[in-house]
């Protein structure tokens, strides 16, 4: 049980990161054609 909630949170804190990158991309991608 321990276990599965630690992979949990892991699976949790990489789908928060990968959606903070897209962010980051997005917001490159609108400077870059807006300039």
């Known amino acids: ?3 599965n909630k630690d ?3 892991q699976r949790r804190k990489l ?3 990968s959606i903070l ?3 980051v ?3 490159f991608i ?3 054609v807006f300039k």
């Open 1 to 3: 049980m321990a276990e």
């Open 25 to 27: 991309i997005v917001v």
């Open 15 to 17: 789908r928060t990161a």
């Open 21 to 23: 990158v897209i962010l």
């Open 7 to 9: 992979t949990e949170l």
């Open 30 to 32: 609108v400077t870059a």
